[in-house]
């Protein structure tokens, strides 16, 4: 089945600052990839996705990049704000019967 | 943020206690799931139902028993719990089973003494 890598697993960045968070997934038939942001005492929320037809989207602060070759997919959050603070997961699916496979979780602190 | 509700939201249970967390969703969703998060595994997926049928049982304790009576009600039975079963149990739906967004519940947070 479906393996996803998640690093690193603590980041703590300064406000305004660039973060990256990357994972590798071990199916390469997968083909979407789905981030999750959970703030402190709140549930898991979608914040952006993408499918294995495009290599890069992106949504304001935020963009996902795709290597399908590499097998690897990374967040990118530029001009971090402290609301940004909070556990980032990545996941993977390769088929539209079976659940998403999630990564173990990236706690991102935002430092003002 | 009401879409999908779980009750109770705390509980504490004895080991040889019986109980039963509950979630419904009121999206209209035909896909479920029970997820365990703890420190030690964040996101571990336990149960998964596609319009009422079981389609995942990811090797979970025979004492985590899970119930899907219709699309918008799931319910998971414990009994004779771990202390070691103490963690954050997450509901979750979708339209459908795979690529669709999961909208989460507030989660029960369960201790087990």
């Known amino acids: 089945g479906e393996n996803v890598e998640q690093h690193p697993s603590t980041l703590s960045v300064q406000e305004g600052d660039s973060a990256v968070i990357k994972c590798t997934y071990s199916d390469s038939a997968s083909n979407y990839f789905p981030w999750y942001k959970q703030e402190l005492g709140k549930r898991p929320q979608l914040i952006i996705d993408i499918r294995s037809n495009v290599g890069e989207k992106k949504d304001q602060r935020i963009a996902v990049t795709l290597n399908k070759t590499a097998k690897h997919f990374s967040l990118h959050i530029t001009e971090t704000q402290p609301e940004d603070s909070a556990v980032y997961f990545c996941a993977a699916i390769h088929s539209g019967n079976t659940p998403l496979v999630f990564g173990k979780g990236t706690r991102l602190s935002v430092i003002a | 943020e009401t879409g999908v509700t779980q009750t109770p939201r705390h509980l504490v249970m004895g080991m040889t206690n019986k109980k039963s967390l509950k979630c419904e969703q009121h999206?209209?969703?035909?896909?479920m799931y029970w997820y365990k998060q703890s420190a030690k595994k964040p996101l571990e997926l336990m149960f998964v139902?596609?319009?009422?049928?079981?389609?995942e049982n990811n090797s979970v304790p025979s004492r985590f028993s899970p119930e899907c009576p219709n699309s918008s009600h799931l319910f998971l039975h414990l009994h004779t719990l771990q202390p070691e079963d103490s963690a954050l149990y997450l509901c979750?739906?979708?339209?459908?089973?795979?690529?669709?967004?999961?909208?989460f519940g507030p989660g029960t947070r369960l201790t087990v003494t």
């Open positions: 999206l209209g969703h035909n896909a």
């Open positions: 979750a739906s979708s339209q459908r089973t795979g690529f669709d967004e999961q909208y």
């Open positions: 139902y596609s319009l009422e049928e079981r389609v």
